[in-house]
């Protein structure tokens, strides 16, 4: 052993050590499921659960990968299930503290699934909806390709996912691995489990092989670790071969049959079917040694490990993946187990194990012995997996707009693309933005952006194109990442780019770009990225069925609640030009600042923003006049706060004329408009207030309910509220998405409301056809209002 720790990490890993630490994480994993669900009194009679059979299935690799393989700067993904053994791991290597150990799935304890932003201890990537996670290191990697390119080479990081064989049945899996937006990520590499289990059944191992090919076909490098030492020596004794066509041939389900079988039981079923070549092999080995043989798996061999991953390492341009076979439940009496997933060990086995492993009740939960060569290493392996102290991400300035001067009849999304080239030409801003489509870049209106930026590609590729409209230049220097059709994988870019600090040292600004319906394709990966801590931007455009002629099947309405309801994300819709300026600034403002805040502050807001924008062209005219009305200051403020008054009847109000509120979001204020003028030319007082962010007014609702119900006092209307809705009249909203998006107002303000909004898929038709269709058509709007009206309390 080598005198100095940093020394000893340098040295090459002693397989003996390596098992003495894996027996330990073993044991640690094991004993945190087991202490989750049987030394904590939960009081609820709900089963605590967690995976140890899949934590077991892992414990070699992981080994191997923290105590032999990573540096400091790399980066891992680890599988759901197998969280217990990563947090023993990071008890061992000293960053987590022994409290948390028997806090497994507690409130306040372990997450169940390695969690970025809730886990005590330093969680790469979270998991959790099988394939994301797994996808995740490959989006980090072109992040951090992209940031090289642009702002120098940080240090080296190798991204791993540790994914569990069943999680490759997940499309986004193929979709991430497809896109040439990937390809050729030599720092890649991942490593699938391969116990040939998932939660049910035994993986056909047919689909094996297939999965290689798609890896193959798909530019990667694919090495298997399917036999261990041992086997691989039988393999090359005489006759051996046989014995090893008998296995390579033999159907997983066949296979797995052969754990859990008694000695002599093992013998017969393995030979079941058997040539007489394989028998005469097996018949010069003994039963107590034949089981251990053949089920002799490099994923739990360190040496083939290691040799795997150092292949890997070798191939600097293509991602790898390493196949590594493994038993689920290696070690624990569950081994391969067809109903093990979520299966616990015994009392009675776990008080076996800790026997076995010489430890007692009184040093269970003890790190390795400092004065072992394991605990040494382990040592040594702490100092050496130490990440140096972050320094300040650099302050970005972005300007509160834009100034971009709309023409009258300008929709949300055209005002994006003029935005986004606004922003381009701020030489302050405009290194940090980025920008994404998956092959909507132009539809959606970033053309102008892609022009002056540039499309990014690791080396400069020549352009064929003589488009005068669109220059499809692409080259290291390019500022957006074109991907193929996947809103799965828009989504998990968008998600690594948005922790394009954390992961790689360098804040950057994403824009994304999908159409509004397509959202819902992703949506997982979006809540996978938000949830994950992510900060970006993502424009849904176009939107609602005002995007008529496209027809149902383009026509988005559940979009806004989604928004809406989402943590971590805002929800932005506004109407016009000027205020999506402002607004889309104020998003990159946030974005910019959570990055830039100090440990332990809580920005004013955090998170991604949504803007659901629509390509109906409006007249910009009503905006302009409450910008002369309400002076720039309050507008914006109240823009946005979330809502601000387009047109103000207080005057008629003053005159007795009863008053209703056209609370209405986005592309439909025309509607809304048109009802009021024939509102007020019928005696109405109809205000017309143009809700910019549905979100943000529901959540200052939210606020003061809850600190009401949790202080026990009268909660008051919040202040987003009161200064645009500043009378008590019945409310009709009005909304080209699902009524129930708005249909809270009414309650927020304790008055009469009529919702209205598109509950029913769309169709092809005109604008005026569909808001006819769904009764948001301004004579409806009309109704709607006396109908509130009438609602009042007499
Ligand atoms: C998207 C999603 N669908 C379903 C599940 C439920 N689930 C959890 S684990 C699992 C099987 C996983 O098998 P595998 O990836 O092979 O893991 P291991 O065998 O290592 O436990 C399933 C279906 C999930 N977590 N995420
Ligand atoms: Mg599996």
Redesign the pocket.
């Known amino acids: 052993m080598a005198e100095t720790a940093a020394g000893v990490a340098e040295a090459a890993p002693d397989t003996d050590v390596l098992d003495t630490i894996q027996q330990r994480v073993l044991w640690l994993a094991t004993r945190i499921v087991d202490a989750a669900n049987h030394d904590r009194d939960t009081g609820d009679g709900v089963k605590v659960g967690g995976?140890q059979?899949?934590s077991a299935?892992?414990v070699t690799i992981m080994t191997a990968l923290y105590f032999a393989y990573l540096d400091a700067p790399d980066k891992v993904s680890v599988?759901?299930?197998?969280s217990p053994a990563f947090h023993a791991i990071q008890y061992l290597l000293g960053n987590l503290d022994r409290r948390y150990l028997p806090m497994l799935r507690a409130f306040g304890g372990l997450q169940s699934?390695p969690s970025r932003t809730k886990d005590p201890d330093p969680v790469d990537f979270s998991t959790?909806?099988?394939?994301?996670g797994a996808a995740a290191p490959l989006f980090a990697a072109v992040t951090r390709r992209y940031v090289d390119a642009h702002f120098g080479a940080r240090p080296h990081s190798r991204f791993v996912a540790l994914?569990?064989?069943?999680?490759?049945?997940?499309g986004n899996i193929w979709e991430a691995v497809s896109d040439p937006a990937t390809d050729g990520l030599g720092n890649v590499m991942w490593i699938v489990?391969v116990?040939r289990?998932?939660?049910?059944r035994v993986?056909p191992g047919s689909r094996i092989a297939q999965w290689e090919q798609q890896f193959t076909g798909a530019g990667w490098q694919v090495v298997e670790a399917k036999y261990g030492h041992r086997l691989q020596a039988a393999f090359a004794r005489e006759g051996g071969h046989a014995l090893r066509g008998w296995i390579d041939q033999m159907p997983n389900e066949h296979y797995q049959s052969l754990f859990g079988l008694p000695p002599q039981a093992v013998r017969d079923r393995f030979l079941d079917g058997a040539p007489d070549e394989v028998r005469r092999f097996c018949a010069a080995i003994a039963d107590a040694d034949l089981a251990g043989l053949v089920t002799d798996l490099a994923g739990h061999d360190f040496r083939s490990l290691l040799d795997a991953f150092g292949e890997c390492d070798r191939d600097k341009v293509r991602p790898g993946v390493v196949f590594a076979y493994t038993v689920?439940g290696w070690g624990l009496p569950l081994a391969g187990n067809p109903r093990n997933?979520s299966a616990l060990v015994t009392t009675a086995q776990v008080d076996e194990l800790r026997e076995r492993l010489g430890l007692t009740l009184a040093t269970e939960w003890d790190r390795l012995d400092p004065m072992t060569a394991a605990g040494q290493w382990v040592a040594a392996r702490r100092e050496h997996l130490a990440r140096a102290p972050r320094g300040h991400p650099p302050a970005l300035a972005v300007p509160d707009s834009t100034g971009l001067r709309a023409g009258r009849g300008m929709s949300t999304q055209e005002a994006l693309g003029r935005i986004l080239v606004g922003l381009s030409r701020d030489e302050a801003v405009a290194p940090f933005l980025v920008t994404a489509a998956p092959d909507v870049a132009t539809s959606t209106n970033l053309a102008g952006f892609i022009n002056r930026m540039g499309v990014f590609s690791p080396a400069a590729r020549r352009s064929w194109s003589e488009d005068a409209a669109l220059k499809w230049s692409e080259g290291p220097e390019g500022q957006h990442i074109e991907l193929g059709i996947s809103e799965m994988n828009l989504f998990l870019l968008l998600g690594q780019l948005g922790l394009s600090w954390d992961l790689s040292d360098q804040p950057l600004l994403p824009v994304g770009t999908v159409y509004d319906p397509f959202v819902l394709r992703g949506l997982?990966a979006f809540v996978y990225s938000v949830y994950s801590g992510a900060r970006f931007v993502v424009a849904g455009t176009p939107s609602g069925v005002s995007l008529a002629p496209e027809g149902g099947a383009h026509q988005s309405t559940i979009t806004a609640s989604v928004g809406l309801e989402l943590p971590g994300v805002t929800f932005i819709e506004p109407a016009y030009a000027a205020a999506l300026d402002w607004l889309l600034c104020g998003a990159l403002q946030s974005i910019a600042a959570a990055d830039a805040a100090p440990p332990g502050t809580t920005p004013a807001e955090q998170g991604s923003y949504y803007f659901r924008l629509s390509t109906r062209g409006i007249d910009q005219d009503p905006f302009a006049r409450a910008r002369d009305r309400l002076g720039d200051a309050i507008l914006r403020r109240q823009v946005l706060a979330g809502a601000y008054p387009l047109v103000d009847a207080a005057g008629a109000a003053a005159q007795g004329a009863p008053a209703v509120y056209l609370a209405g979001s986005g592309a439909v204020l025309p509607e809304v408009l048109a009802a009021a003028a024939e509102l007020t030319d019928e005696g109405i007082a109809a205000h017309v207030i143009d809700v910019t962010s549905a979100d943000r007014l529901y959540r200052a609702w939210q606020r003061t309910l809850r600190q009401g119900v949790r202080t026990a006092t009268t909660p008051s209307v919040p202040g987003a509220l009161r200064s645009v809705f500043g009378s008590r009249a019945p409310v009709v909203t009005v909304h080209d998405a699902a009524s129930h998006t708005l249909s809270w107002l009414g309650s927020a303000l304790g008055v009469p409301a009529v919702s209205l909004g598109v509950d029913a898929f769309g169709q092809s038709g005109t604008v005026g056809d569909l808001y006819r269709a769904h009764d948001l058509d301004a004579g409806s709007i009309v109704n709607a209002a006396l109908a509130a009206l009438s609602l009042r309390e007499p």
Request: charged share 25%; no cysteine.
């Open positions: 995976h059979a899949s299935s892992l599988k759901p299930h197998a699934y959790g909806s099988v394939g994301l994914i569990g064989d069943a999680e490759l049945d997940e489990d116990n289990q998932s939660l049910d993986v689920k997933h997982d």
